[in-house]
């Protein structure tokens, strides 16, 4: 019996739960889809297609702070970057500018999504938790497009966008995890000009533990922000396979 009492609380000093600071970096190669139009008039602007933007891998950082058992402060930050050139197949309209079909022209975008948030998790147990979270993400994106004839013209926007949703993680071993959570936002009609706005972002991963203080990943995660702001639309997505580690204190 006093063995069994004292393998207990052993068995919980040796958890991957038990910490106070989680530092995360990944490695995110995502497949983008990206659509803007920018300025009354604008040309909805297929980045991908049009300037053959190709997968490349992105550094995400992570750090959750855990202030009681039960709740927990994360944030995470991820900057994007994406360029391109290409003869113009169709006169395009950016920014109030047009360039017109069969010139040269050069497309740059970056992207850095950052993410605040609280975390509750209402059921803890052993095998695994259940939560709620609010997180705050802000969107910072610049869009450059280029031409020699034409000169650059250049859309900006920061966007900070408030999202509920959950978490759950269950240990399929003492050392093995899968997680998965979802926020997401729907608005419309708000304020600053937003007419219509989304934003989804689902993230799936597997945790291998090689003991309390460190541990490797791989995860799935897909991110969508679909808006209407003042004269500017947007379509985005970013989804694909990310690998990393983990170090807890």
Known sequence: MGILCLAGPAAAQDSPENYHIELG????????????SSGTGGTPIDFVSQFSIEDKRFREFRIVLK??????????????KYSGSATLNQSITFQGQTFTAGVPATAELKWT?????????????????????????????NAQLSAPSVGTQTFERNVAVPTLGGIGR???????????????????????????????????????????YIGAQLGYRSVTVDYVVDDDTGNLKMKGL????????
């Open 25 to 36: 970096a990944m490695y995110w190669k995502p497949s983008p889809q990206v659509v803007i």
């Open 242 to 249: 990310y690998f990393g580690g983990v170090l807890r204190f």
């Open 170 to 212: 269950a240990y399929l071993s003492q050392f093995i995890s899968v997680t998965g959570e979802f926020t997401a936002l729907k608005l419309k009609r708000g304020s600053l000009g937003v007419k219509n706005a989304k934003l989804y972002d689902f993230d799936v991963y597997s945790t291998a533990n090689f003991g309390r």
């Open 113 to 141: 999504l950052m993410r605040f948030g609280y975390e509750w998790d209402s059921i803890a147990t052993s095998m695994g938790f259940a939560g709620l979270f609010v997180d705050l993400k802000y969107n910072k994106m």
């Open 67 to 80: 202030a009681a058992p039960k709740h927990k402060l994360r944030y995470s930050t991820v900057p994007i």
